[in-house]
């Protein structure tokens, strides 16, 4: 058991034909914080309200509406505008509390689950939230929304007015204890303010919501700016106590992420989270930092990694061979690449659940393995008999032995090299590699791999195009390989069949970068869908993770258990941090505007 759930509340005894009723949810009925909490644990419940937050977006956006699969939006324009019928505890697993829902009931077998909307609940013109929004919300959504939410509430069937407050989703799964979380995630929308528009067309017309920020300010592609609302309902709501502090938030559009650190330094940003160990060595060893005006701290997390690699799409012909992938593998330098590069800061990936106790390790055995033998013959004997484990070397630089390897298996797979060029024995196809990126800083990164691909005979390009197109490209899957984050939380759930599913591998816009389509890798996410309790999920995931693996979709990259974080020193901050969310320090928003400190600084600039 995990030890925060030592800690925690136990739901009342019910017998089986009794409802569950309470303030929140959780997948597996245990509670770190009761009906009567007042905030949570990592916030400062008395923190001051004001000032501005100045923060950097690299790219652009086109749209202010984050539910449909046209356009770009800019950050945090989700969470920081709409209400959830719920929110989630960032020292918490697989648990959420009561937002626009002020109650929510489940039944025994979770075939349904209904929300009780607070009577407080308002959007900024004064009208009341609805039930008629929350079914306006999910159907809209159903429609015309983005196919990864279409794909995230595949498994709601139904939605229902049951109450002058109440909702009432049904599901069409006998199991499946994370569809109430599911639901609760939902964001709520007005149905009479999109009476009359296009709902799945870009627009930046600032959108009526209810949350705690509004959009005050807006130039596409250029920057944005967010009010915080003063009579916002749900301020005093104990999800809210000691969150969103700061009067305004802006963000300025940077198409780089070099003259975004120079902005910062100058001034013109407060804070930064940084992701480039180059930068973070050095590129902030100024005056500012030794006098202690700018602070820069690593911070430990607990967050799961998920897996950042390049990917593969499979979609392409030349990719349909695992064996080609693995070869491929050989052709990525991560020591040498995490040595000169990296300053050594990193850790290789070697999961698509990394720094977490959902990650496979060693060999299976005990349940994990008795679920992996019902598909023996149908997925990699490695599976039964080895550790994965990515392409190693020793950092030299000398790659002679990986890349011998990589001829091998790409011979076995059909390929040979005629004239210096790597070539399919059966049609004569010539190996061509596009390596799609959206960033100039990761043509460092790759270029040593395009390298030594071409010393298999691959003929390797790299191809650095704007985001628009960049995301115009990735979801109309339009790429031979392309660098991706993909995050994992610590309860993994609905969301793995947007990720690695048949049904997604040709949705456009979907998350199945790789293009998976495996009967078995359906099957177990099916598994972690309907897991009973959470060691069972524990040992399913790990069961999907090592058929991952060794399906060679993916060139692991690495991963940080730090966050690093720069700003300037003229904000307050809790006294501990949420363990299993990264939004406390990559988005701050339990952090607050400190005057005495702002004047202090500004005194010390001058």
């Known amino acids: 058991m995990h030890t925060l759930f030592a800690l925690a509340l136990l739901l009342p005894t019910l017998t089986a034909a009794e409802n569950f009723v309470g303030h929140g949810y959780s997948t597996f009925g245990q509670f770190k914080y009761g009906p009567d909490f007042t905030h949570f644990d990592y916030v400062n419940p008395e923190a001051p309200k004001g000032g501005e937050i100045r923060l950097a977006d690299i790219g652009t956006f086109d749209s202010l509406n984050p539910f449909i699969l046209k356009g770009i939006t800019p950050p945090r324009i989700g969470s920081l505008i709409y209400d959830t019928l719920m929110s989630n505890a960032g020292d918490e697993i697989a648990t959420e509390y009561g937002l626009l829902a002020e109650s929510v009931e489940v039944p025994p077998d979770q075939s349904w689950a209904t929300y009780t909307l607070n009577a407080r609940a308002r959007w900024h013109d004064g009208k009341p939230v609805t039930p008629e929004d929350v079914i306006f919300s999910f159907n809209i959504m159903m429609d015309k929304g983005h196919p990864g939410l279409r794909a995230y509430y595949a498994s709601v069937k139904g939605v229902e007015k049951v109450g002058e407050r109440s909702v009432k989703f049904t599901f069409g799964e006998e199991t499946n204890r994370e569809l109430p979380l599911i639901v609760g995630q939902l964001a709520i929308l007005p149905e009479h303010y999109w009476k009359g528009r296009a709902f799945d067309e870009t627009s930046l017309e600032p959108p009526l919501s209810s949350g705690p920020y509004r959009i005050v300010a807006v130039e596409g592609g250029r920057f944005i700016t967010y009010e915080r609302v003063d009579d916002y309902w749900g301020k005093d709501l104990p999800v809210n106590r000691g969150r969103y502090n700061f009067d305004r938030i802006h963000f300025d559009c940077y198409r780089d992420q070099t003259v975004a650190i120079e902005a910062l330094k100058a001034g013109e940003l407060d804070y930064r989270s940084e992701n480039s160990s180059k930068e973070w060595a050095t590129a902030y060893q100024t005056d500012a930092f030794e006098s202690g005006r700018m602070i820069k701290a690593p911070?430990?997390?607990?967050?799961?990694?998920?897996?950042?690699?390049?990917?593969?799409?499979?979609?392409?012909?030349?990719?349909?061979?695992?064996?080609?992938?693995?070869?491929?593998?050989?052709?990525?330098?991560?020591?040498?690449?995490?040595?000169?590069?990296?300053?050594?800061?990193?850790?290789?990936?070697?999961?698509?659940?990394?720094?977490?106790?959902?990650?496979?390790?060693?060999?299976?055995?005990?349940?994990?393995?008795?679920?992996?033998?019902?598909?023996?013959?149908?997925?990699?004997?490695?599976?039964?008999?080895?550790?994965?484990?990515?392409?190693?070397?020793?950092?030299?630089?000398?790659?002679?032995?990986?890349?011998?390897?990589?001829?091998?298996?790409?011979?076995?797979?059909?390929?040979?090299?005629?004239?210096?060029?790597?070539?399919?024995?059966?049609?004569?196809?010539?190996?061509?590699?596009?390596?799609?990126?959206?960033?100039?800083?990761?043509?460092?990164?790759?270029?040593?791999?395009?390298?030594?691909?071409?010393?298999?005979?691959?003929?390797?390009?790299?191809?650095?195009?704007?985001?628009?197109?960049?995301?115009?490209?990735?979801?109309?899957?339009?790429?031979?390989?392309?660098?991706?984050?993909?995050?994992?939380?610590?309860?993994?759930?609905?969301?793995?069949?947007?990720?690695?599913?048949?049904?997604?591998?040709?949705?456009?816009?979907?998350?199945?970068?790789?293009?998976?389509?495996?009967?078995?890798?359906?099957?177990?996410?099916?598994?972690?869908?309907?897991?009973?309790?959470?060691?069972?999920?524990?040992?399913?995931?790990?069961?999907?993770?090592?058929?991952?693996l060794w399906g060679h979709y993916v060139i692991p990259h690495w991963y940080s258990k730090n966050f690093r974080i720069v700003h300037w020193d003229k904000f307050g901050k809790p006294a501990q941090s949420a363990p299993y969310t990264g939004s406390y320090y990559v988005f701050p928003d339990t952090w607050w505007y400190d005057g005495e400190r702002a004047a202090r600084l500004e005194a010390q600039s001058n």
């Open 299 to 548: 911070i430990a997390h607990q967050r799961s990694a998920g897996m950042q690699a390049f990917w593969f799409n499979t979609r392409r012909s030349k990719f349909a061979d695992p064996t080609v992938r693995q070869a491929v593998a050989y052709a990525f330098d991560f020591e040498w690449t995490n040595k000169n590069l990296f300053y050594s800061s990193y850790t290789r990936a070697e999961s698509f659940f990394s720094n977490s106790e959902l990650a496979s390790r060693g060999l299976p055995e005990g349940r994990e393995l008795e679920i992996l033998e019902a598909y023996r013959g149908r997925i990699p004997e490695e599976v039964f008999t080895a550790t994965y484990e990515p392409p190693q070397t020793d950092g030299s630089g000398n790659l002679r032995a990986n890349l011998r390897k990589a001829k091998q298996l790409l011979k076995r797979a059909g390929w040979n090299v005629v004239d210096n060029v790597l070539r399919n024995a059966e049609t004569g196809e010539a190996m061509e590699i596009e390596i799609l990126l959206a960033q100039a800083s990761w043509e460092r990164i790759a270029a040593p791999m395009v390298a030594n691909m071409e010393r298999l005979g691959i003929q390797a390009t790299i191809r650095i195009v704007d985001s628009a197109q960049y995301q115009n490209r990735v979801q109309s899957y339009d790429y031979d390989l392309i660098v991706g984050v993909r995050g994992q939380s610590h309860s993994p759930g609905n969301e793995q069949r947007n990720y690695w599913t048949s049904a997604a591998a040709m949705e456009p816009g979907g998350g199945n970068w790789a293009g998976i389509s495996d009967p078995v890798i359906d099957a177990l996410v099916e598994q972690i869908i309907t897991a009973p309790d959470r060691q069972e999920l524990i040992v399913r995931t790990r069961a999907l993770d090592r058929v991952l």
